[in-house]
């Protein structure tokens, strides 16, 4: 029977709450004489100028693909009583439908920018008896189908509001728990008691109004400063967010305006609550809307000031950590920093990636190097197979620098007793239900006892709503069995966790941590797809790594000016491109699009300015001959093959980040070729039908394919991931594997120092040219590659399965490397399937290994010595053309017999992606030398990955990085004037000084450290 009246009870809480709902609109006014005119993008936030105006009937309908229309109407509000507010109400009919795609807009009143409409914020409060003028840029959205536009003039009574939601919060709360528990019970008794005390006999009479007063008092008094905040033991902090994908399934230019509309909600909402805070990563976003809305930006520089809106996040944009390179991460730092800091006053101490597809376990190094605290995400929760045993941790690198982790945990619970689940979201919302589960879902409760829910519509769809800042409200009074809300921002919130997380720490003498790289186990595609936007970014990172070592030495040498401006502006590109979206190959077709064109951009302001850089530097060089300047962009000293007119001539002993005068000469190919085999001083490869069935190492006298197999065996898998397709390798890719459907007989190429066998294979629509290289001194075998790709849903891998014993394999990673099972011993090792990697991987035995390199792929697979490496994927949504057209690639194979870390892998990896630079001179006098080295390092661990000018003044930054996990002295000689040298952190601020004696110095590093010099 109790149950029963319980049942009874809950229909007619929620029968009050439909008439309350139903009572919230005291009238409704359609807005007419709209007229409106279709226009593209905008820059000025302008209509077009002569644009022809239409009248908008009620059957009028928008188009929705990427289409924009200017609206304008006019109209006075009506007065009011004291409990009635007015709003502007815009409809389209896609209301509850996915923001990120469907109607938006930018509502101007008056000349001002004053919020973003979209189908989370369908209302804009506005002044009653007042007078507008009104223009909306309206985004119908990437539907591709048409809506309609119904704007309204609607007044709300606030009081009727307000219990509205005084009744609906807390009876959603009692709805988690059973109806015998004490806390269901306490509510539901109290709502009933509001409920009886309403006049419902006449709901548009003084009566009814005067109840509502009257029901609202009561639960202030008895329910919400009565029954409430008895246990305040856990708190969970309401930050509001909106994560904007910065490109994804729109382009750029629709994410310029995303942020305006975003920002500008969020601006307007703060006007009507007071305790409302907002958190933002991102600078590229403030710089869009500093450009195209400077009026919004002031405003949000206004809240900045006041603490309410809280510029956050470290980086430039919410990069990819997996395939962004070493500096580029440094880069992201500082360029997100310095905006913060030089718009804002900011200095930013948090990296916040929530939505990242995994994260290197370089990263807590160069955070905690560049100024930043803690680190936080969610995505780790997407986890396909194990749950991370953490929230709040400390994360330690691979060179045992520890920063602080938070995960957020935001999640609905079922009820109070179900379990929770692994996921968690970013995008969350502030009900009973989320802040209960975000509490069950949080981890190690013993070390603190609050967590943080981020709260908002993301990709458009404005943020916070007013809803959620009414549930807020009610929430914050800690409601029986459910945790007391606040508003918070990030940075406050994550202070008191990790004090509260030392101090449990210190007095548990326990502290949770977690070491090595957080693998995320799930978007395992995303190493692969896209291609050719994954080759634009390592020839931009190598580049411009080239171009600012010659900039800063021609003006080191010369006095030529440095073009600081110019590479900054590119390394912003590079940086956007980064974007968690875009690099990893999970973007519609026009992003990449765009994207090519940004890149051309640069690739050829690169070309220009270390064309420049060497023009000061050739026109200053004493040579008593004709001959080849040959410049090498690396630290090492340089011995190998340039390119001279299409034939590879073979030079030795380029100074690192210098150059020599070598002359032009004829070099015979003293490598074997037939048709079937390609031998050298050190291999003999022999190939059937294009698979290599041996290669012999004759140094080790060894040979390296496992019995019955074949290396470099093109592997062609359908590829149909169970979800998220250019995201996903879902391991059943196994189950199936072709081979070429054709090989064609192979040529003999002869290029000078090397010679080799092209190989055409086809398959499908495809065709896919490979020519395998030898060298004359050279130990690399090149596999250069090119594939006119046009499958769908297809992946191809090159297989090398070696005769080796190895249980692990080692993988490159930013500024370092890490060891990875080949094994499937524990669900995690099975999860890692597919990894990634930076410029190489290697499987070894103690005294002997094989290296496979790259110079633009990142996709690997191990199974004991069998490997894997991924060439291209074909998914075809959300880019149904994904991957087809054209590809130009190299992987090699470095056989060492020696172990990894005697081998000259990291080299002949940099080697294989930055060719040297080669200019013709003829006899000349001038003042500098035929032979020269910029810097040079004494030490084959450690590499000097930068060579730059610095930031804030003349000095040259140098950065390195040791390589092999070893601890050693290392010498510095500099090949130019040196007085002082400089400790940096990654920022490039001075922290301390070294001693110079004869343009050297001597420092200790560690394993992995990566070190920064400022040399004045």
């Known amino acids: 029977m109790e149950h029963f009246s319980d049942a009874l009870l809950v229909k007619k809480i929620n029968k009050i709450i439909s008439v309350l709902e139903e009572k919230l609109v005291v009238s409704s006014q359609k807005i007419k004489n709209v007229t409106y005119t279709e226009s593209g993008y905008t820059k000025d936030n302008l209509p077009p100028e002569g644009a022809e105006w239409k009248q908008m009937e009620d059957d009028t309908e928008f188009v929705c693909h990427d289409r924009h229309y200017w609206l304008h109407f006019s109209l006075k509000t009506p007065e009011l009583s004291p409990d009635e507010a007015v709003y502007l109400s815009f409809q389209t009919g896609r209301e509850g439908q996915w923001d990120a795609v469907n109607p938006q807009m930018l509502l101007f009143l008056n000349g001002e920018i004053v919020q973003g409409v979209d189908t989370n914020h369908t209302e804009v409060k506005v002044a009653p008896n007042t007078d507008y003028e009104a223009y909306g840029y309206f985004y119908a959205g990437l539907s591709g189908d048409t809506v309609r536009f119904i704007p309204r003039i609607i007044v709300k009574n606030t009081a009727v509001e307000a219990l509205y939601y005084d009744i609906k919060v807390p009876f959603e709360a009692a709805k988690l728990y059973d109806v015998d528990s004490l806390t269901h019970i306490t509510i539901m008794r109290a709502l009933d008691n509001a409920a009886r005390k309403l006049d419902m006999r006449d709901l548009a009479s003084p009566a009814f109004y005067q109840s509502v007063q009257a029901a609202s008092a009561y639960l202030a008094d008895s329910f919400y400063n009565g029954v409430c905040g008895k246990d305040d033991s856990v708190t969970i902090s309401c930050i509001g967010h909106t994560h904007i994908d910065v490109a994804w399934r729109w382009q750029l230019a629709q994410t310029v305006e995303k942020a305006q509309r975003s920002f500008a909600t969020v601006l307007k909402l703060m006007e009507e609550y007071p305790e409302y805070k907002f958190m933002s990563s991102q600078p590229q976003l403030y710089q869009y809307v500093k450009e195209h809305a400077p009026a919004v930006y002031e405003k949000m520089k206004q809240r900045i000031a006041e603490g309410r809106f809280e510029p956050e996040g470290g980086m430039w944009l919410e990069a990819d950590c997996n395939i962004t390179g070493g500096e580029s991460l440094v880069r992201q730092l500082l360029l997100g920093k310095r905006f913060m800091k030089e718009e804002f006053g900011v200095d930013s101490k948090i990296v916040w990636l929530p939505d990242v597809f995994g994260y290197s376990a370089a990263l807590p190094?160069?955070?905690?190097?560049?100024?930043?605290?803690?680190?936080?995400?969610?995505?780790?929760?997407?986890?396909?197979?194990?749950?991370?045993?953490?929230?709040?941790?400390?994360?330690?690198?691979?060179?045992?620098?520890?920063?602080?982790?938070?995960?957020i945990t935001a999640q609905d619970a079922k009820s109070v007793n179900s379990q929770p689940e692994n996921y968690s979201t970013y995008n969350g919302f502030i009900t009973p239900s989320m802040v209960l589960g975000t509490w069950k879902r949080f981890e190690h409760k013993g070390y603190s006892s609050e967590a943080c829910i981020t709260y908002g519509y993301g990709d458009g769809g404005g943020g916070p709503t007013r809803e959620m800042l009414e549930y807020q409200r009610r929430l914050s009074f800690g409601l029986p069995g459910i945790p007391k809300t606040k508003t918070d921002t990030a940075?406050?919130?994550?202070?008191?966790?990790?004090?509260?997380?030392?101090?449990?720490?210190?007095?548990?003498?326990?502290?949770?941590?977690?070491?090595?790289?957080?693998?995320?186990?799930?978007?395992?595609?995303?190493?692969?797809?896209?291609?050719?936007?994954?080759?634009?970014?390592?020839?931009?990172?190598?580049?411009?790594?080239?171009?600012?070592?010659?900039?800063?030495?021609?003006?080191?040498?010369?006095?030529?000016?440095?073009?600081?401006?110019?590479?900054?502006?590119?390394?912003?590109?590079?940086?956007?491109?980064?974007?968690?979206?875009?690099?990893?190959?999970?973007?519609?077709?026009?992003?990449?699009?765009?994207?090519?064109?940004?890149?051309?951009?640069?690739?050829?302001?690169?070309?220009?300015?270390?064309?420049?850089?060497?023009?000061?530097?050739?026109?200053?060089?004493?040579?008593?001959?004709?001959?080849?300047?040959?410049?090498?962009?690396?630290?090492?000293?340089?011995?190998?093959?340039?390119?001279?007119?299409?034939?590879?001539?073979?030079?030795?002993?380029?100074?690192?980040?210098?150059?020599?005068?070598?002359?032009?000469?004829?070099?015979?190919?003293?490598?074997?070729?037939?048709?079937?085999?390609?031998?050298?001083?050190?291999?003999?490869?022999?190939?059937?039908?294009?698979?290599?069935?041996?290669?012999?190492?004759?140094?080790?006298?060894?040979?390296?394919?496992?019995?019955?197999?074949?290396?470099?065996?093109?592997?062609?898998?359908?590829d149909f991931p169970f979800c998220y397709d250019a995201w996903e390798i879902s391991k059943y890719y196994e189950d199936k594997t072709?081979?070429?459907?054709?090989?064609?007989?192979?040529?003999?190429?002869?290029?000078?120092?090397?010679?080799?066998?092209?190989?055409?294979?086809?398959?499908?629509?495809?065709?896919?040219?490979?020519?395998?290289?030898?060298?004359?001194?050279?130990?690399?075998?090149?596999?250069?590659?090119?594939?006119?790709?046009?499958?769908e849903h297809m992946m191809l891998k090159a297989e090398f399965p070696f005769d080796l014993h190895a249980n692990e394999a080692t993988y490159e990673i930013q500024y370092g490397s890490v060891k990875r099972p080949t094994h499937t011993n524990t669900s995690w090792d099975d999860a890692r399937f597919e990894v990634c990697a930076q410029k190489w991987m290697d499987v070894s035995e103690e005294n002997y290994g094989v290296s496979i390199l790259n110079d633009c792929k990142y996709g690997y697979g191990a199974n004991g010595s069998d490997i894997t490496i991924t060439l291209l994927r074909s998914p075809t949504e959300p880019n149904p053309v994904a991957d087809k057209g054209h590809h130009e690639f190299t992987y090699s194979l470095l056989p060492h017999n020696c172990s990894l870390s005697e081998s000259r892998t990291v080299q002949e990896s940099y080697k294989l992606n930055a060719k040297p630079v080669c200019r013709e001179i003829t006899a000349q006098n001038g003042s500098l030398p035929e032979e020269f080295s910029l810097v040079s390092v004494n030490s084959e661990n450690v590499i000097i990955e930068t060579v730059k000018k610095a930031e804030d003044d003349d000095g040259i930054i140098i950065r390195l990085y040791e390589h092999g996990n070893r601890r050693e002295t290392v010498c510095l000689t500099f090949g130019f004037p040196a007085t002082e040298v400089f400790v940096c952190d990654l920022m490039e601020t001075e922290q301390g000084t070294l001693a110079v004696a004869d343009n050297t110095v001597s420092f200790d590093v560690k394993p992995f450290e990566i070190v920064t010099l400022k040399i004045k």
């Open 365 to 407: 190094q160069i955070m905690k190097k560049s100024g930043i605290e803690t680190f936080v995400t969610s995505k780790i929760s997407w986890n396909d197979t194990n749950r991370m045993p953490y929230d709040a941790f400390m994360w330690e690198g691979i060179d045992g620098t520890e920063i602080f982790t938070y995960f």
């Open 738 to 791: 072709y081979g070429a459907d054709e090989v064609l007989s192979p040529e003999i190429v002869c290029e000078g120092a090397r010679a080799g066998l092209k190989f055409t294979k086809r398959f499908g629509k495809s065709t896919i040219c490979q020519t395998i290289f030898l060298y004359n001194e050279d130990e690399r075998i090149d596999f250069v590659t090119s594939a006119d790709w046009n499958e």
């Open 491 to 718: 940075g406050a919130f994550l202070d008191r966790v990790k004090k509260s997380f030392d101090q449990n720490a210190e007095e548990t003498g326990r502290t949770p941590r977690w070491c090595g790289e957080l693998y995320l186990e799930f978007h395992r595609g995303t190493y692969t797809t896209m291609a050719a936007n994954k080759n634009y970014n390592r020839r931009s990172e190598f580049l411009y790594r080239q171009t600012e070592a010659l900039a800063a030495t021609a003006m080191k040498l010369t006095g030529a000016s440095y073009p600081g401006k110019e590479i900054y502006n590119a390394w912003e590109i590079i940086c956007l491109n980064q974007f968690h979206d875009i690099i990893p190959g999970s973007s519609i077709r026009e992003v990449y699009e765009d994207s090519k064109q940004q890149y051309e951009t640069i690739l050829s302001t690169a070309k220009t300015l270390s064309s420049t850089a060497m023009d000061a530097l050739c026109a200053n060089i004493n040579s008593t001959k004709s001959g080849i300047l040959v410049y090498n962009p690396h630290s090492f000293a340089f011995s190998g093959t340039v390119d001279l007119g299409g034939k590879q001539q073979t030079v030795h002993n380029i100074p690192p980040f210098g150059w020599k005068v070598v002359a032009a000469k004829e070099e015979p190919c003293t490598v074997s070729v037939s048709e079937n085999s390609i031998s050298n001083q050190y291999y003999t490869i022999t190939f059937e039908s294009g698979d290599i069935i041996s290669f012999v190492d004759k140094r080790a006298g060894r040979e390296l394919v496992k019995a019955g197999c074949k290396l470099n065996r093109f592997n062609f898998h359908e």
